[in-house]
C-alpha cells in the first residue's frame, strides 16, 4: 500500500482489508494481518471498527458506487436520453472496474457473512430507485415512450452489470462499443 498522508487511517484500514480479502478470502484473512498491511495495531482497527465484518461493511459502504451515482443524477444529466444514458453507464463502468475487488468479495462473502447479502444489495436498489426516477422524470417530459420506469431500469442496469460480470469473456468487443450500441438501442426502443 501507498504512503499517502491525505488518506484517512480509516481509509487505509479499508483498503487494506478490500487487498487482503480479494486475495485470501473473508476467513483466510485476520484483523492483525489488516492492521499491519496499513501500518497499525490490531487495536487501532478495533477502535475504528470494532470487528472484521464492521470494517468490511464499512468498507463496502464508503467505495461502492451509491454516493457517486446519486451526485451524477443530481449534477450531471441534460434531460436527453441518449446522452444521459451514456454518461450513466460509462460512469456505473469506471466505478465499477475501479472497485471490482470490493464487487469479487460481496459476490464470494454475501452468503457466509450474517446480514451481509441485505448489505449488499443497498447500492444497486438505490441505483434502482434514481434510475426508475429519472424515467418517470422523462415519461412526464414527453421524452420517454410509454413503459414502466421500473422495469427500463432494471433492464438497463441488469445490461450493465452483466457485461461488468463478464468482461474477462467478453472477447473481440469493447466496453466503449457495448456501451454505445447498448445505449443507441436502449434509446431507438424508449423514444417516444
Do not use: C
Amino acid at each position: 500500500m501507498s504512503e499517502d498522508s491525505s488518506i484517512s487511517n480509516s481509509d487505509k484500514l479499508l483498503l487494506a482489508a478490500i487487498d487482503l480479502i480479494a486475495s485470501k478470502g473473508y476467513k483466510g484473512v485476520t484483523t492483525q494481518e489488516i492492521a499491519a498491511a496499513a501500518g497499525f495495531s490490531e487495536k487501532t482497527l478495533f477502535r475504528h471498527f470494532g470487528s472484521k465484518q464492521n470494517l468490511l461493511e464499512a468498507a463496502f459502504d464508503r467505495f461502492h458506487y451509491a454516493e457517486e451515482m446519486t451526485r451524477l443524477f443530481d449534477e450531471k444529466l441534460i434531460w436527453d436520453l441518449q446522452t444521459d444514458l451514456l454518461l450513466i453507464s460509462r460512469t456505473y463502468h469506471e466505478i465499477m472496474n475501479r472497485n471490482r475487488k470490493m464487487i469479487m468479495i460481496s459476490m464470494k462473502e454475501a452468503d457466509n457473512l450474517p446480514g451481509f447479502s441485505e448489505r449488499t444489495l443497498k447500492h444497486p436498489r438505490q441505483f434502482i430507485r434514481i434510475l426508475t426516477n429519472y424515467f418517470t422524470v422523462m415519461s412526464g417530459k414527453g421524452k420517454l415512450a410509454d413503459v414502466n420506469p421500473e422495469i427500463q431500469a432494471y433492464s438497463f442496469i441488469s445490461m450493465n452489470y452483466g457485461v461488468f460480470a463478464n468482461t474477462l469473456d467478453i472477447g473481440t468487443i469493447s466496453l466503449e462499443a457495448f456501451i454505445t450500441e447498448s445505449v443507441q438501442t436502449f434509446t431507438r426502443g424508449l423514444t417516444p
